[in-house]
């Protein structure tokens, strides 16, 4: 099975590539989703970040209570680092999980949709690494425009992230989204094509 890893800055379309790529008949593991389905109740990543910053993440069904954790664990680069430490094994284990699950089933390809492919190394594990390319003016717009994010939030969130350039260089397949959302597709459609043909 052809490992897909996807990738791109906030705002710069990757979740309109991913689901255009499952609307395609690919499937789609979402690190997003992943990384809140490892904080549930009974998970082994929440009872250690609750030993780790205390009971008082939880609230008393025992279901975390993001705000209180997102207190904690980003006031230090230490403290950061200490909740990474626990939930990025738990991520990448669970991903993989869910990616063998796809092969198992007899996928021909499956998508990881990742922000932070290259920053952890995972593109490593992957076939086929796609980035998803728009420039960071457009992304501020965007994100302010047609998701009512803070602006200054967002610009915080890109400066804390790898910049393009090095996006860009480790990438097999670059996705420009500086324009429509039609030409975005049309680029879409020539990774299916590609993707077909590799599998
Ligand atoms: P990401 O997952 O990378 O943060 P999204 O796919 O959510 O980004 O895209 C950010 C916002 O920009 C969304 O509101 C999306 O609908 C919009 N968007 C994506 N591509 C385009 C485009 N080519 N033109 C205009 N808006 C776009």
Same mark, same amino acid.
Request: charged letters at 35%.
């Given at each position: ?14 979740? /309109?590539?991913?689901?255009? @790529? ?9 690190? #997003?989703? %992943?990384? $809140? ?19 008082? !993440?939880? #609230? /008393?069904?025992?279901? @975390? ?6 207190? $904690?664990?980003? +006031? ?10 626990? /939930?990025?094994?738990? !991520? $990448? ?6 990616? #063998? ?20 190394? @995972? ?26 994010? #803070? ?21 097999? %397949? ?13 680029? %879409? $459609? ?7 043909? +590799?599998?």
């Amino acid at each position: 099975m052809l490992r897909i890893g996807l990738t791109g800055g906030i705002g710069s379309g990757k979740s /309109t590539v991913a689901r255009m @790529l499952a609307e395609a008949g690919i499937p789609v593991v979402d690190a #997003d989703q %992943v990384a $809140r389905d490892i904080m549930e109740p009974g998970e082994p990543a929440l009872a250690r970040a609750a030993e780790e910053f205390g009971a008082d !993440i939880l #609230d /008393t069904d025992g279901r @975390l209570i993001r705000s209180e954790l997102a207190r $904690r664990a980003f +006031a230090t680069e230490e403290a950061t680092a200490k909740l990474n430490a626990i /939930t990025h094994p738990a !991520i $990448r284990e669970e991903a993989t999980r869910r990616l #063998d699950a796809c092969e198992a089933a007899g996928e021909r390809a499956a998508v990881y949709d990742m922000p932070l492919l290259f920053e952890l190394g @995972l593109d490593e594990a992957m076939d086929l690494n796609v980035v998803v390319d728009t420039d960071v003016e457009e992304r501020v717009r965007r994100l302010v425009e047609k998701r009512g994010l #803070d602006e200054a939030d967002v610009s915080n969130r890109i400066a804390r992230q790898v910049g393009d350039e090095v996006r860009r260089t480790k990438a097999d %397949v670059v996705l420009d989204n500086n324009g429509s959302p039609g030409q975005l597709e049309e680029q %879409v $459609r020539a990774l299916v094509a590609r993707i077909d043909a +590799a599998s």
